[in-house]
């Protein structure tokens, strides 16, 4: 794949030596989580037990568990809708993630917000709105926060490809440059904003604008988790470090439609043929294979988990319609974001980081 | 008690807050070294440095989206508007991710957004607009606009220390013709109406600039006794003082700066005729900009603002029916 920049893309090969093979295994689970629970809500969708449309990232796991797994407890993330296997990193639970699917009280916005339009402010995320990319410049500000207070943290957040064309990408691409930045921008170019292909989409590689911007920009194989994972964890040092923010595009594919209803006929089938062969899940797993790993145990513990939530969330109550007005301004302190979990062995060995 | 003017007042507060609580950080394009397109924080830099009063990118969505995200990490920012205008392209950011943000997520947002506002000096359609009621219809989002400077000084310390989204609307026109007994320190006004001149033969309500022309317009009418209600706070709308005041004096005459249709003055008007009907001894009245730009030339400019002979005659008949 081709780099852009003089910074060299990150490679799986590189991310080795920081990952221990319960990271690799961690990795794979997040990812198989996150398509467990995305086919599951799909079914649940198609009973009609899902509301409004539905979304996934099938197909882009890589992209979320690989970026996620580089952050600490403190950073904070603000996650855009194909990547739920950054909620999971970051601790929110299976069950809570079918309820909010479902509209139900127990539900992360306890049915205020559908879908993956989520983020556990406990767990050091804020969810996205529909407004794409608005939250590169909250996370840009975020960073900026960090800065002034001379904070080692980072903020990240992921947009697509779509998003490129909006004048938020630019504002908060330049603010970051010009501030220099902690934050860790994931461009997930997944080939379609909704039905436009690339080519309508813009004249040069996006991942070229960071270095107009004056910060370094890196293109990665997206449908490979432990790459993701090695980029991730460079621009965070790199932020840490005072160096300012990255731009990493994601290369991937989106493997269904851009939701529910979207039949993709706009997608010609070799294309969607070809990514098949580089499924993120599937690499992971031989990768895992080849050292011993039993695979089909995490496989089937994933499942269980799911079986179980889905139960769980299917049992859970609605909210109560008598609540629809309340919340809507904060009436005690402004509570800022609570720490998330950081399973990464590289945070779990090192209280120093944390 | 020192006498300010609503500008000193609103420096003032910012001054105090920025010495009371180390979260308060300043956000504005030529609020630094240039100290604001109307010198508001004019010197601020040399006592708090550029970290605290940040010169910004000219990037409106860019400084209210950053004020969200170093808000909902433990800061206070106060964000500058260069002209109340120029919020249009940070709309997005103010509406969909500040105003809704409590509601879908738990999450305060407490930044304020200071919006200088208004017209009567000739700055054309892109330097004068009353932009309120757009964040009046957007949930989430408070709306207070002072008129005195006692106010712009106490209302400024409550907004910023609002735990939620506060678009403080500062009206230019005011900075340094109304002056006033500010007291010092810190000090929170409440975000309820205020009786300016209490009377019983008619009310004029109205905010910002327009409570001024309100109080002047009203001076003599005839001999009438009329009050005039100043709203202060249009987001929460102090439902108890409107009502009061109807009761007391059955006449009512609303005054908008804004443009007329969907103004604040529109929603006052509604509340009344859904509450404080069977009070009324004559037909609401209203008196606002029209559905204009703000024009530039004086002549123009004038025939479309509300004035003091506007709002007098408005009163006279009323008071007539």
Redesign the interface.
Known sequence: MATHTAEPAADGAAAVEHLTTEDRIWLLRAMLLMRGLEERAMTLYRQGKVPGSFYDGYGQEAVSAGAAFAMGPEDRLCILHRDLAAHLIRGVTPTRILAQYMGRATGITGGRDGNVHFGDRHLGCVGMVSMLPDMMLVATGMAMAFKLRGERRCALTWFGDGSTSRGDFHEAMNWAGVQKLPVVFVLENNQYAYSTPLEKQFAVDPVERAAAYGFVGVTVDGNDAEAMFEATRAARERALAGDGPTLIEAVTMRMHGHAAHDDMKYVPKEQVEQWRKRDPIERQEARLRSLGVDVDAVRAEVKATIDAAAEEALAAPMPDPATAVDGVFCEGEAEPLGDGNAPWSGFTRSEAVA | MPTLTYLQAISAALRDELRADERV?LMGEDIGVFGGAFKVTDGFIDEFGP??VMD??L?E??I????????????R?VCEMQFSDFISCGF??LV??AG???????????ITVRLPSGGGFSGGPFHSQNPEAWFMHA??I?VVAPSTAADAKGLLHSAIRD??PVCFMEHKHLYRRVKGEVPSGVFETPFTARVARPGSDLVVMAYGAMVTVALEATEDVDGASVEVLDLRSLVPLDEEAILDSVARCSKVVIVDEANSTCAAGAQVAALIAEKGFEDLDGPVVRVATPDVPIPFSPPLEQAVLPGVERVRGACRELLAY
Do not use: E, F
Request: charge should be positive.
């Open positions: 950080l970290d605290r910004t990118p990037a969505s860019g209210i989206g950053t004020a969200i995200g170093a808000a909902v990490v433990g800061m920012p997005d950011q969909n991710v809704k943000m409590h509601y879908r997520q738990g999450l305060a947002v407490p949930p989430g408070k735990p939620n």
